[in-house]
């Protein structure tokens, strides 16, 4: 992608493996509207009622063109899993190169009145408007990856832990410094674009891990979460440090760029840990030929569970797991951490 705001932080798995995550969420929700209030009893008897064809709903979607793995793992599993749903009409947008011309294509869709609206915004900050909008004109809306300042302006919020990606980064680290008597290890990092929140969370859950094991990044650098940017930005870094202990990259993405970097300054001796769950990455830490020794995971299904949950929305149902008869206002998924000891489980999930 061309423009830096297009290139969120994220990742997803593609197919049919996240297609099976979304209908698994599904499968386990339950709550028609004349239920008694029992959602507990309702979810230990395993009544699915809401897995069955409910009320015909349209749901409406936007998210940047397709510029690298993640972006177009969201697509691709939005669409799969409202293939899923005999009940679901999914009517798409193109999001256009900015925010501004994916708020107008948002208006055209508006106006067609679907029942709920799942997007991915270029920019959270400068999509809120719309969101308020629409809400206002009683269409819910569900964010997906890059929040809306104002609680107003959604209906569900569906994310990644940014900040518990950047602590789950820094936990691995910091165990194997340990592991390996390194007192005071020389630390990188390559993060994402740094205009974006998500890469500031991102880096504030890695600082203040490290802090509390008495580390710091010894040097830092942003990309743009592309593998040219990583490959440019990774050989910035290692003249900067010419010894390492260990360096986290945000995006796998750009870790290609980072490896091919690493590879070409002939570096080996220290560990990294990359962002996100890439199949390409699981394959590499599963082969263990490389620096590349654990990634943390960013939000598996994120964009099929969203479909899921703006069918209930929409639907009027609830998630029989929870005793409330409605969807909860924000979900934030956690990040895993997949090393070689448990990369074979992830490897049918990455993107």
Known sequence: MKHASDLSRRRLLLGGAALGAGALLTACTSNEEDEPSGGA??????????????????????????????????????????????????????????????????????????????????????????????????????????????????????????????????????DQMKAKNVASPVIGEIAGIDSLELTQERSKGFADTLAQAGFKVGNRRAAEFTADSGQREAASLLQALPKMDA?????????????????????????????????????????????????????????????????????????SDLVELQVPKEIILASETITKENASNYLKLGF
């Not at 009940?87 to 011309?101: N, Y």
């Not at 490896?259 to 001796?269: F, G, P, V």
């Not at 590499?284 to 069918?311: E, F, G």
């Open 41 to 174: 009893q309702t979810a230990a008897a395993g009544n699915n009622q809401n897995a069955a064809p409910g009320e015909k709903v349209t749901i409406g979607f936007s998210a940047p063109a397709a510029d690298h793995g993640w972006i177009a793992a969201i697509t691709n599993n939005a669409k799969a899993q409202a293939a899923a749903y005999s009940d679901v009409e999914f009517k798409t947008v193109e999001a256009g190169a900015d925010a501004a011309a994916q708020r107008a294509a948002l208006q055209t869709l508006v106006a067609q009145k679907p029942s709920i609206i799942v997007l991915l915004p270029h920019d959270g900050k400068e999509l809120n408007a719309f969101g308020l909008e629409a809400m206002k004109a009683g269409i819910p809306v569900v964010n997906l990856d890059r929040a809306f300042p104002d609680p107003l302006a959604y209906r569900l919020q569906i994310k990644g832990d940014n900040y518990g990606m950047g602590v789950s980064a820094a936990h691995y680290i910091i």
């Open 247 to 319: 360096l986290w990259n945000h995006d796998d993405d750009q870790g290609i760029g980072v490896l091919a970097a690493i590879q070409q300054a002939n570096r080996s001796e220290f560990l990294m840990v990359g962002g996100a769950g890439s199949k390409a990455a699981i394959e590499a830490i599963q082969a263990d030929n490389s620096v590349l020794k654990a990634t943390v995971t960013y939000s598996p299904s994120m964009a099929s569970s969203a479909i899921s949950l703006a069918r209930l929305i929409a639907q009027n149902k609830g998630m």
